[in-house]
């Protein structure tokens, strides 16, 4: 079972490697990688993007969308000739996930801090109708620092939401350095602790220690549950691992076949 | 205006099972009764508007019509991006509630006053923005907003404001001017709580032996192009009146129909002018202030 979902999480790298070959954010993407194979391939209860009865998916860190796009191709919902339309003129595979064009993108988002508010408004209509579907939330460490992760992290809790799962890609990397360095909010189990979750720490690229929290949610009954996921941006080719700059380049064409073989 | 609110949406909460009521922690005891016979689908939901918003649109989502209730800066500019995007990018039926339109709370100062929000809901594709001009326009708003499919902005007083349709009020659509009195010389049209102002000039107008034409333009979007190219055809000039900036609200919304059909009518906006009001003052007192008394406007007219 591992070897097939590390196999989704390589190919979600590779997608992302193509995908980027114009465009910023893939060292996030990558570092998001192994956390959607997971999901997808592992946790998630979900058949087809119509069945009311899916768990539902925010990609909060929208900037991320090529991994989510590639996971959604490896899911069938969309085709896979269509990732070559990434950010490309008059396609609709945005750089940022935009509800209705593409199957499989619960809401829209891309400006920071908005995913979380919306997935407590899903898991909310979910508790109300006694529906047993869940509400998962990919949200980047660089974006807690918006307050409005914090509004709706104390809405979730006052509401006992042990339905709605957080998963924080914390790789220590925003915009322009080091989370720490730029506003540090690093004791992010304990902020959510204190706003009335529970939490877990797993590395991020160890599928096995992830599959294994995303299966013991909710942590606590009537607590919504955030598991904090140690990243590397970048993470699968050595020369993208960690570096600030990845976040803005693209993977340059004769690169690009090295970068793919070192995935292997 | 907020009881008239209050009375229409306790017979839509009693209709539809799937409308929900959000409050960011306003309304001291205005909600008792909502919330007793409706426990499950009222939240105050803190001081949090820019999450309310958010989880509004999960809802929506998920099949729920939602109405998000709050004072009026709070409810459209705070919590603007959310609005933006959560809910107009993604048409989901949101109703956005905001109480204290104008100088509703003028003494408070200007960060509880609401004299660019029009403007900035007006920028919003899909974006309906209402401001019904009594209690009784209130009442069929709440209705006719439910029933839409995509987001919405409701923009009301808070009490006291007087009747204007006081035998009623039949055939209300959103988008479609109510012609009070038709005249042929000049029309005043109003927004909002300005109505009963626009009534007065009228009277004041008749009184003068002129033939005035009155208009209560409840909705500013979409703006009723029909109503405002009929007007031009029979009076000379249009009035436009609103307890709102004059950039982006009625008067804008109005200018930009003659300029787009390029209509021959001479064009007079009053509102309050492009600066924060920097002094405590009762709504009365910033309108005398701001020359939007009706005596003031005659005389201008
Ligand atoms: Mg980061």
Known sequence: ?264 | MRTAMLKQLSTCMRADESLHLIVADTGFHVFDDLQKEFSSRYMNIGISEACMIGVAAGLALNDKRVICYGIVPFVTMRCFEQIRNDLCSQNLPVTVIGVGEGLTYGAAGSSHHSLTDIAVMNALPGMTVVCPGDPVEVQHAVEAVLNLDGPSYLRIGKSGEPLVHRDGLQGFELGRGIRLRQGRDVAVISTGNMLPTAEEICEKLLAAGRDPELISMHTVKPIDRELLIDVAGRCRSIVTIEEHSVIGGLGAAVSRVVTDEGLAVKVQRFGIPDEFVQEAGSQMFLREKYGLTAEQIVERI
């Open chain 1, 1 to 264: 079972m591992m070897d097939s979902i590390e196999s989704a999480a390589r190919q979600i790298r590779k997608d992302v490697l193509r995908m980027h070959q114009t465009g910023s954010n893939a060292g996030g993407a990558m570092s998001s990688a192994d956390i959607l194979a997971v999901l997808y391939f592992d946790t998630m209860n979900l058949e087809s993007p119509d069945d009311p009865k899916r768990d539902r998916f925010v990609m909060s860190k929208g900037h991320c969308v090529s991994s989510l796009y590639s996971v959604l191709a490896q899911k069938g919902f969309i085709e896979r000739d269509r990732l070559a339309e990434y950010c490309v003129d008059g396609k609709l595979l945005m750089g940022h996930p935009t509800r209705g064009g593409v199957p499989g993108i619960e809401a829209s988002s891309g400006s920071l801090g908005h995913g979380l508010p919306m997935a407590v408004g899903m898991a909310w209509a979910a508790q109300k109708d006694k529906l047993g579907w869940r509400t998962f939330v990919l949200m980047g460490d660089g974006e807690c620092q918006e307050g409005s992760v914090w509004e709706g992290a104390a809405v979730a809790a006052r509401l006992a939401l042990d339905n709605l799962i957080v998963i924080v890609d914390a790789n220590n990397l925003q915009g322009y350095g080091r989370c720490e360095d730029i506003l540090p909010i690093n004791t992010l189990a304990a902020k959510f602790r204190s706003f009335g979750w529970s939490t877990m720490e797993v590395d991020g690229h160890d599928c096995a220690q992830i599959s294994g929290a995303l299966k013991a949610v909710p942590f606590e009954v009537s607590k919504p549950s955030a598991i904090i996921a140690k990243t590397v941006k970048g993470k699968g080719v050595r020369e993208m691992e960690d570096s600030l700059g990845w976040h803005y380049f693209s993977v340059p064409k004769e690169k690009l076949q090295d970068f793919c073989d070192e995935l292997e």
